[in-house]
């Protein structure tokens, strides 16, 4: 497969760079975003010996996408005992759930730069036999650098904005030559099928990995404990939030004058626990990341921790998902607290999960809400009428239900491109 002139260019410009990468790999760790222990691991070098035998790479660069993997990664630990898994990811904190949640035996480094000599050392030391990349990954030098040594590839769960299909238009030879070093792509919904389409890319069926997967796991013990802290009172949850979303929550919160609820804060990113705590004024506020307890007189509980969003799920009676509130993030995957039975609100923006909203809207298992004085309205129907929340949470895990044949279809797809 020949490189077209701009992707040739590409990875020239990228080469000469590549001595600027430590430089900038180190301001990243100065802002938090890289781990200093595993700098190697991002040019290509690994102090992990590679098994023998054939290997699967699997990538997926941040918290959503790697947990999408975590079902095919299951499935082929158990069907396919004989194979060597490595799974890539991009950022500390999706490397930490990883690390807590992978299967003995199954690797985990960090995603290479898309740098030549970076790629070229990955793609050495690990020679795997097929690679399997989630959503939106479409980096050049890497995908080539597989292809051209013989990898299978295959793009799974694929998602592409509207906004990178017109980037990608601008290079229409370069999109196809990337595109075409695939040898499955299965779309997570129409619109990107339709984009894929148009820059000449061959397609499968559509496959949303985030429909898969069991229900978060939690400590039962840990969730009595709490249980016991809150008492009779109900809980609501704004899981997953970003900068911005949690100042619309607590007017919302405020707004609806409940007054014997707690209300419980998950940040998408633990290290905000700290500013979200600022935010709420007026409230008698505990962080669960500092140990600070949950006792009958808090009323803001702020859960800045990892790996904890099962037992979080799991306390509260109505969950307001976070990354639908402002333009821009697309929302994240409604199925997690739909698993455990949680009525689900949710902002307009979530076209990272339409299809999945449009399935917990029609059964009446999630309700959308504009603004804060809208959510405002939603939280005190749920607190006045509990049990049309437990209806909505019933519909809710009616509807995760549903969604369980698409790892046996990802599994059957992916058949073929296994070693034998």
């Not at 938090?32 to 790479?57: F, H, Y």
């Not at 990113?269 to 808090?298: C, D, I, W």
Request: net charge neutral.
């Amino acid at each position: 497969m020949r490189r077209p002139l701009s992707l040739k260019l590409y990875a020239s410009a990228l080469g000469l760079l590549e001595p600027l990468a430590r430089p900038l790999l180190a301001r990243r760790v100065r802002a938090g975003k890289e781990d200093p222990a595993r700098l190697d691991e991002r040019l290509g070098r690994s102090t992990v010996p590679r098994p023998e035998g054939a290997l699967v790479w699997l990538h997926g660069v941040s918290v959503g996408e790697s947990m999408s993997l975590l079902p095919l990664v299951g499935a082929l630990k158990t069907q396919r005992s004989d194979l060597a898994l490595l799974v890539t990811s991009g950022t500390r904190t999706s490397a930490n759930l990883l690390a807590q949640r992978l299967p003995e035996g199954v690797i985990h480094q960090y995603a290479p730069l898309d740098a030549p000599g970076a790629v070229t050392r990955f793609l050495d030391h690990w020679e795997p036999d097929l690679g399997v990349l989630v959503e939106s990954e479409l980096w050049p030098n890497l995908i080539l650098g597989a292809h051209e040594r013989g990898v299978k590839l295959a793009l799974l769960s694929a998602r592409m904005t509207e906004g990178s299909a017109r980037g990608w238009s601008r290079a229409p030879a370069a999109a196809k030559v990337v595109l075409d070093a695939f040898d499955l792509i299965l779309p997570q919904e129409a619109e990107t099928q339709a984009r894929l389409s148009s820059l000449g890319a061959r397609t499968g069926p559509l496959l949303n990995l985030k429909t898969v997967g069991e229900s978060l796991p939690f400590d039962a013990l840990e969730l009595a404990r709490l249980r016991t802290a809150v008492g009779r009172r109900r809980v609501v949850l704004a899981a997953n939030t970003h900068p911005g979303e949690d100042e619309i929550v607590i007017e919302a919160f405020r707004r609806a004058g409940l007054t014997d609820t707690l209300l419980v804060i998950a940040p998408r990113h633990p290290a905000r626990g700290e500013a979200v705590a600022a935010l709420l004024s007026g409230f008698a506020v505990a962080r669960r990341a500092a140990n600070q307890p949950l006792t009958p007189r808090t009323t803001a509980y702020v859960a800045d921790t990892l790996g904890e969003m099962g037992l979080l799920y799991s306390l509260a009676d109505v969950v307001v998902m976070g990354g639908g509130f402002l333009p821009g993030i697309g929302g994240h995957n409604p199925l997690e607290p739909a698993r455990l039975e949680r009525p689900i609100l949710t902002g307009p923006h979530t076209f990272n999960a339409t299809a999945l909203y449009a399935d917990l809207f029609a059964d009446a298992a999630a309700i959308e809400a504009a603004d804060s004085a809208a959510l405002a309205r939603h939280l005190k129907g749920l607190n006045d009428y509990p049990h049309i929340g437990r209806r909505m949470g019933e519909a809710a895990l009616a509807c995760a239900q549903r969604q369980g044949g698409a790892l046996d279809q990802a599994m059957a797809l992916l058949e073929p491109l296994l070693p034998r």
